[in-house]
């Protein structure tokens, strides 16, 4: 699909086309935007389980119709057992298991400061048994496995089926689910409904918070009833910077905003207007290195970091990278932070409320922990820890992890709004990087510049390499120049996840919605 599609009352833009018909449908019931985010959030934790859940965190960022924007930080810290002693001089801290499930979940905090945000922003609220009620029927009745979520399943099986509840809940024959067949998930339907009568607070400080308690303490997670009470979604001021097409915004540490913002302030010195897709690449690339210098120097919890982000985003700073980068020599490079699951989405209404939204466990499947009685796959963000005290990112009770998790949006110069972003791990900046580039500076129309051959500096799924990999659909010249230029390339299939499920959502103008879904999910951008 290379077309977008437009509609004048909403638009939603998920990874998985149930999610966005879930969030049109509140739209067309009378609710806002917020409201059919969190109907699309539920959905989307259901039918895209290997990427995203209840048991993950979450990010906002929300634009008013008039006004500034504000963020939603609903990531949750280290639980107050999570020292290095509870690893036993262990060198790293695992990627799965109870061991790596060591921070609380943050995302359902996330949904209930949203709706808190959106009665303040007036109209008449839906009550949440309405927006939980597509999730609802989902989770019991059942819904179509995905080819990602087969895939992914028979992918990381040999790590995951030994680790507690996740065999019983994705292998329930015994062996990985075939795509298109029926799932069910009656502990997560039953979670779903207890939170949809006793309020998304019951995660925390309720009768579910109570059961997750008890089951964390039994199978050895650091986790304890008082981090899930201590757990509130924060509000924040987004990052921003002043490019030359308008005010962009992303989200505040622990996150990598910073990086996002960063590649398109050094970039918007580099005359990416007039660039062919070779220097496309190339000063997006070299510009994502010094971008990532700048994270693994600073970012962490903002409340162990050195100075404000705010303060690396400015004009001269930018000036002085964008001095370093060579369009004739690539830059050496050394490692990534690695890959990442995740679903980016966006909304935007009648009113000119906008959504751009993250929710993500990390790893597929997250820790491959799954809560007994509750079907909630726990996230294991923790992994991101340091295991050394004197690592910037050092584990400590109650500190949050660093996240790669960064949704974007701007408001242009010439009257359009934009909400986009990525999954992805570190591809998440550099993909936003791509269809901001394309779209905004270069006239690519918004599906094609979504659906266009993308890259990634850095590892994806189970590997090691940090090369630049492109898809398979770059031009063989392309190619080869970026080779000339010093880049350890190597070739992707055309349409690969590891490049991430992207989206955007543009209200026009004329208030009409454009919206675009990336061709590599199962998603869609769907209006009325």
Same mark, same amino acid.
């Given at each position: ?105 943050? #995302?359902? !905090?996330?949904?209930? *400061?949203?709706?808190?945000? @959106?009665?303040?922003? &007036?109209?008449?609220?839906?009550? +949440? $048994? /309405? ?59 039953? #979670?779903? !409904?207890?939170?949809? *009568?006793?309020?998304?607070? @019951?995660?925390?400080? &309720?009768?579910?918070?109570?059961? +997750? $308690? /008890? ?314």
């Amino acid at each position: 699909m290379i077309q977008s599609n437009m509609a004048p009352l909403g638009m939603a833009v998920a990874p998985h086309h149930l999610a966005s018909e879930s969030a049109l449908a509140v739209l067309r019931d009378g609710g806002n935007a917020i409201e059919a985010m969190v109907a699309a959030a539920a959905t989307v934790a259901v039918v895209y389980p290997h990427m995203n859940g209840l048991g993950g965190d979450g990010f906002w960022l929300v634009l008013p119709p008039n006004g500034d924007p504000v963020a939603i930080d609903a990531s949750g810290a280290a639980g107050s057992l999570a020292h290095p002693d509870f690893y036993h001089g262990a060198d790293a801290i695992p990627h799965r298991g109870p061991a790596a499930a060591l921070t609380v979940a943050g #995302t359902v !905090s996330g949904w209930q *400061e949203a709706l808190t945000l @959106s009665r303040e922003l &007036g109209g008449a609220p839906l009550p +949440l $048994a /309405r927006l939980l009620r597509d999730a609802i029927r989902y989770a019991a009745d059942g819904m179509p496995v995905t080819a990602s979520q087969a895939a992914a399943t028979a992918a990381k099986r040999p790590e995951l089926e030994q680790q507690p509840g996740f065999a019983a809940t994705f292998m329930p024959d015994g062996e990985p689910p075939r795509a298109g067949s029926r799932f069910t998930q009656p502990a997560l339907a039953h #979670t779903l !409904s207890l939170l949809s *009568e006793q309020g998304l607070d @019951s995660f925390y400080r &309720g009768e579910l918070a109570q059961h +997750l $308690a /008890r089951e964390m303490s039994a199978l050895g997670m650091p986790v304890t009833l008082a981090d899930l009470q201590r757990q509130r979604a924060r509000r924040c001021t987004p990052l921003h910077v002043a490019h030359s097409e308008g005010d962009l915004w992303n989200m505040t540490p622990p996150t990598q905003g910073m990086v996002s913002l960063a590649i398109l302030g050094i970039t918007d010195r580099l005359d990416m207007a007039q660039a062919d897709d070779a220097q496309t690449v190339h000063r997006i690339v070299e510009a994502t290195k010094k971008a990532f210098a700048l994270r693994d120097r600073h970012i962490t919890d903002p409340r162990h970091m050195a100075c404000e982000a705010q303060s690396l985003l400015t004009e001269d700073h930018f000036a002085t990278l964008a001095s370093q980068i060579s369009d004739a020599q690539a830059a050496p490079w050394g490692t990534g932070r690695g890959p990442g699951d995740t679903v980016w989405m966006g909304v935007m209404d009648s009113s000119g409320l906008a959504v751009s939204f993250i929710q993500s466990i990390y790893h597929e499947f997250g820790s491959g922990v799954v809560i007994p009685g509750t079907g909630i796959t726990w996230q294991n963000r923790g992994a991101a820890f340091s295991l050394d005290p004197d690592h910037l990112l050092a584990l400590s009770p109650g500190k949050q992890p660093f996240h790669t998790l960064n949704p974007a949006a701007a408001r242009l110069k010439d009257g359009r709004t934009l909400v986009y972003g990525a999954m992805g791990g570190d591809g998440q900046p550099q993909t936003q990087a791509a269809i901001f580039t394309r779209h905004v500076i270069q006239g690519m129309p918004l599906q094609q510049a979504v659906s266009a051959p993308r890259w990634l500096l850095g590892r994806t799924w189970g590997q090691t390499s940090d090369s630049l990999k492109l898809e398979g659909r770059f031009a063989p010249e392309t190619v080869e120049r970026l080779r000339q230029l010093g880049h350890e390339v190597e070739l992707l299939p055309d349409f690969s996840e590891a490049v991430g499920h992207a989206g955007a959502i543009v209200r026009h103008n004329n208030g009409m919605l454009e919206g675009a879904c990336d061709p590599r999910s199962n998603g869609s951008a769907s209006g009325f």
